[in-house]
C-alpha cells in the first residue's frame, strides 16, 4: 500500500534519471507491493531524449496528465498543459511519437511498466490489442476542459466545478480535474477509497497552515486520515479516485 502523503512540494524534489537519456522523474508515490505509481516526468531535448519509434502496448494502465511542453505519441493529438491521456491495459499507441520542446507530465501506472512492441500495428489510433475491451476506454484530449467542459459536483462534502476525464462504470475508480473556490474546505475525514491530489495552479492548506503557490502532491490511502483541508484563493487540482468520492 501506499503511504499517506501530505503537501509534499514537488517543486523542490531532484529530477532523477530514469535510464533512457533525456528522461527524468520525481516519484511522487509509489506501492512498494504492485509497482502502481505516481510521477512527474521530465522529457529533454537537450538532453538528447529521443521518442520510441515502434507503437507499443504495456499490461496494465498508463494515464497522462499534460503540465509543460509539447510531445505527442501519434503526432496528430499534442500533449500540452491540460491535455489529458488514458491508456488502459493493452491499448496500443505510439504510432508517430514526436516532441517539440522539454516537457513535463504527470504519469500514473497501475503496476511496473513493461514494453510490448508492436511493429505492424492493425490501426494508427488508440486500440485494445487483445481481449474484451477495457471498462475505461482508451482517450486522448489536447484540451481536457475544452472538450469535456465543466459541471457542478461535490469534494469532500464541499461544492466544486468538475471536469470528469475518465471513470470506470463498474468500480467508479476515475479522474477529474477540479476548480476548488475561494473558502472550499473539506468536511470528511476519512474515506474508503484512496484519494490523490496533484495541485495545478492556486493553492492547498493544511489545518491552519495556508496553501503555497506551487505544486503539492497528496496522497490518502483507503481508510486514511484526511486532514483539514482548505483554499483561500481559485484553485485547480488534478484528482484521482478509486470509487465514487462525490467528484
Known sequence: MRPQIE???VDAMEWQP????????RLLSRDPETGARTALQRLSVEGRYSPPKVAHFHTTYEEILGVSGCFSFDSRTWIRPGAYVFHP???VHGFKSAIREESTFLSRIGRDLDVNLVHEPEADDLYVAQGDAPPRAPVAYADAVASLGWRSG???GAAVATCHLSHDLDSGEGSALVCLPVGWAASQAFLDTYLELFVL?????VGAVPGADRRDYFFYPPGGAIGALQTDRPTIVYVNFGAEVGV
Do not use: N
Open 7 to 9: 503537501a509534499l512540494d
Open 18 to 25: 530514469l535510464g533512457p537519456p533525456g528522461l527524468h522523474s
Open 89 to 91: 491495459p493493452r491499448t
Open 154 to 156: 461535490m469534494l469532500l
Open 201 to 205: 495552479q492556486g493553492a492547498v492548506g
